[in-house]
């Protein structure tokens, strides 16, 4: 069975730092690109982020450039999101998905873990 299971966030203030984690089983993930999506509250979800299996090639969504951080740990089996310079505007639920590279399409995720940028 396919689990993914996210953690690390929190509240935090604007200009503040965050580490989400997320930790798979049930797959060979190394070979499988990996991605971070988040839902704010009445929208939609937004891909974010993603990076390939062996080469650990990156892409970022332009909301997001410059600030996020993505990475993986193949022998873990885990992904990571560094999120520095947050914003009010980054408030969502953030989920890891397997196999989301450039899009998402409803792969599968975690249960997510909450981030929420507030004063």
């Known amino acids: 069975e396919v689990q993914l299971v996210e953690s690390g966030g929190g509240v935090v203030q604007p200009g503040g730092s965050l580490r989400l984690s997320c930790v798979t089983s049930g797959f060979n993930f190394s070979e499988y690109a990996m991605g971070w999506v988040r839902q704010a509250p009445g929208k939609e979800f937004e891909w974010i982020s993603g990076i390939s299996g062996l080469s650990h090639t990156t892409r970022y969504a332009d909301s997001v450039k410059g600030r996020f951080t993505i990475s993986r740990d193949n022998a873990k089996k885990a992904l990571y999101l560094q999120l520095n310079n947050l914003k009010t505007e980054d408030t969502a639920m953030y989920y890891c998905?397997?196999?989301?590279?450039?899009?998402?399409?409803?792969?599968?995720r975690g249960q997510g873990t909450q981030v929420t940028v507030s004063l």
């Open positions: 998905s397997k196999g989301t590279w450039a899009s998402y399409a409803g792969e599968k």
